[in-house]
């Protein structure tokens, strides 16, 4: 079981927008802004895309954004593209002696 | 561009020790505000953290692996690596290393990954 929570799958048609959840506890999430999220395709590393809540790394597409309310961050993407059909994972600094925590992954289908 | 590689035997028997290691290119492992991590990925499941470790040397280990693993770098061949043992079947995975952003607690670049099978 993973330490954060987020949906299986979400799916979205091309031009759509599509939102994914990542639900932690004040421990993580909800104390710090150090959440990160990561698209992974098959057989490939995982890419970051945002870090610390809403930051994007240079070279990530600006249809990427991230936020954040209470114990629970969001990934937005818009106007979906066929290449983000993916993987989607979030991260979290967290005060426990892991660390570092990661939600169990979303499955993004573009239909 | 900092380029980490994963490099290590493909496979491991049970009850023994799984040994990987991490070259990193395009930088030095024992400058800037970094740490260097293990990360794992059983077949279709989700990331687990294994632990990391600063350029100080100091490390930090998942509680539930603490008790099996080590992390320890090698600044002449700018390399870190990973011990992990009494490995099991629930040990298979693939194995990523990867850059973290002391800063801003990110971790941002990532090896390619290498799939380590425990099996007799």
């Known amino acids: 079981q993973s330490a954060l929570t987020q949906p299986a799958s979400v799916s979205g048609s091309p031009g759509q927008s599509i939102t994914i959840s990542c639900t932690g506890t004040?421990?993580?999430?909800?104390?710090?802004?150090?959440v990160s999220w990561y698209q992974q395709h098959p057989g490939k590393a995982p890419k970051l895309m945002i870090y610390?809540?809403?930051n994007r790394p240079s070279g990530v597409s600006n249809r990427f954004s991230g936020s954040k309310s209470g114990n629970t961050a969001s990934l937005t993407i818009s106007g979906l593209q066929a290449e983000d059909e993916a993987d989607y994972y979030c991260?979290?600094?967290?005060?426990?002696?892991?660390?570092?925590?990661f939600g169990g992954g979303t499955k993004l289908t573009v239909l | 561009q900092v380029q980490l590689q994963e490099s290590g035997p493909g496979l491991v028997k049970p009850s023994q020790t799984l040994s990987l290691t991490c070259t990193v290119s395009?930088?030095?492992?024992?400058?800037?505000?970094?740490?260097w991590s293990w990360i794992r990925q059983p077949a279709g499941k989700g990331l687990e953290w294994i632990g990391r470790?600063?350029?100080?040397?100091?490390?930090n280990y998942n509680p539930s692996l603490k008790s099996r693993v080590t992390i320890s770098v090698d600044t002449s061949k700018n390399q870190f690596s990973l011990k992990l043992s009494s490995v099991t079947a629930a040990d298979t995975a693939v194995y990523y290393c990867?850059?973290?952003?002391?800063?801003?607690?990110?971790?941002?670049?990532w090896g390619q990954g290498t799939l380590v099978t425990v099996s007799s």
């Open positions: 990867a850059r973290g952003d002391v800063d801003t607690a990110t971790t941002g670049n």
């Open positions: 395009g930088g030095s492992i024992s400058s800037g505000s970094y740490y």
């Open positions: 470790i600063y350029t100080s040397g100091s490390t």
């Open positions: 004040s421990s993580d999430v909800g104390g710090y802004n150090y």
């Open positions: 610390d809540v809403s």
């Open positions: 991260s979290s600094y967290t005060s426990s002696s892991t660390l570092e925590v």
